[in-house]
């Protein structure tokens, strides 16, 4: 199978887990926003989970729980991050976002109660003995806050109103936390399930995705919101600090090229059974949406 049929497939599976997550809870405004957040979406995160578990021989009924958790935390930071109080977005996924539809209260607790039903979908004795599944909780409830994706964007938000430009070390640090930190949990978590070496996985998910926010960013400044699915040229306006703006668009996409070699080289340990993790990589860094 091709990348963009694995990607096509996996999104199905993932869908379906979260609906069956979601099947009996509340019916209360919270849980319709959070039914509408976690529809859509490219779902690169579940797919690298499913096909890192797949790399070290496990099942798809395996794999599939970590699959939702992530995107199900990934979901809740999207929610949080179009808040006012953050990016001020009104468009995701080519819909608008939680707290337009709803309201800003809605909004906080969708993202809420999603993350903890992401950790609640780790809990499940389909992904491994418990000290499997706790191993996968430890490093998201890391990777996923203060020492990952929280402290970057709270790194990102700082950046608007610095009063210097960020060097680039700054902005990869910045990058490296608001985005790879749960694309490398995500990489890196069919190794963790099958008890194997994580390093090449972590490896590869790092450059991928510090690639993903470069191609991120330049959708920003060059993209379309028909196929985006969210507003564009809001970066500059805002003063955020990307490798576009330090950089150039040119010197992005180069530096990018560069992340996606690197990405490409960490999986040789896995020779052609890694063909659809090397084709997603080179996805990354070509997509338009
Ligand atoms: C958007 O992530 C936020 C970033 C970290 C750049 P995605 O581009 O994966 O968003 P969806 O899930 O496809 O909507
Ligand atoms: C967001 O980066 C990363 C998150 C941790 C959610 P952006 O703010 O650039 O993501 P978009 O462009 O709104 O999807
Ligand atoms: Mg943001
Ligand atoms: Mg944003
Ligand atoms: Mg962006």
Same mark, same amino acid.
């Given at each position: ?47 690298? +989970? /499913?096909? #890192? %578990?797949?790399?070290?021989? !496990? =099942?798809?009924?395996? *794999?599939?729980?970590?699959? &939702?958790?992530?995107? @199900? ?118 190794? +963790? /399930?099958? #008890? %194997?070496?994580?390093?090449? !996985? =972590?490896?590869?998910? *790092?450059?991928?995705?510090? &690639?993903?926010?470069? @191609? ?74």
């Amino acid at each position: 199978m091709t990348f963009a049929q694995v990607l096509a497939r996996d999104a199905g599976l993932v869908q379906a887990r979260l609906d069956a997550a979601l099947a009996g809870a509340a019916d209360v405004p919270v849980t319709h926003a959070m039914r509408y957040a976690v529809q859509g979406g490219k779902r690169i995160r579940a797919f690298l +989970v /499913m096909e #890192g %578990a797949r790399l070290h021989g !496990l =099942s798809e009924d395996c *794999a599939i729980h970590a699959a &939702a958790a992530i995107e @199900a935390l990934h979901a809740y930071s999207l929610i949080h991050d179009d808040l006012p109080c953050m990016d001020d977005d009104d468009l995701r996924r080519g819909l608008p976002t939680v707290h337009v539809k709803w309201d800003e209260a809605t909004a906080v607790l969708a993202g809420d109660a999603l993350q903890t039903l992401a950790f609640g979908l780790l809990c499940n004795p389909r992904i491994g003995s418990a000290e499997v599944q706790l191993a996968l909780i430890a490093r998201l409830a890391t990777q996923a806050g203060i020492g990952g994706m929280v402290l970057g964007q709270a790194q990102d938000i700082a950046a608007e109103t610095a009063l210097a430009p960020l060097t680039l070390d700054q902005i990869t640090e910045l990058q490296m936390n608001k985005t790879c930190a749960l694309i490398a949990w995500s990489a890196a978590s069919g190794a +963790v /399930m099958a #008890g %194997a070496d994580d390093a090449p !996985l =972590s490896q590869y998910g *790092a450059r991928i995705g510090l &690639a993903f926010q470069i @191609a991120d960013d330049i959708l920003d400044a060059t993209g379309d919101a028909a196929l985006t699915g969210k507003r564009v040229g809001k970066d500059a306006d805002a003063g955020k600090a990307t490798f576009v703006s330090l950089m150039g668009l040119d010197g992005a996409r180069a530096h990018a090229a560069r992340l996606t070699d690197e990405a490409m080289d960490a999986l040789a340990p896995y020779g052609a059974r890694a063909d659809v993790l090397k084709q997603a990589a080179r996805y990354i860094i070509a997509r338009d949406r």
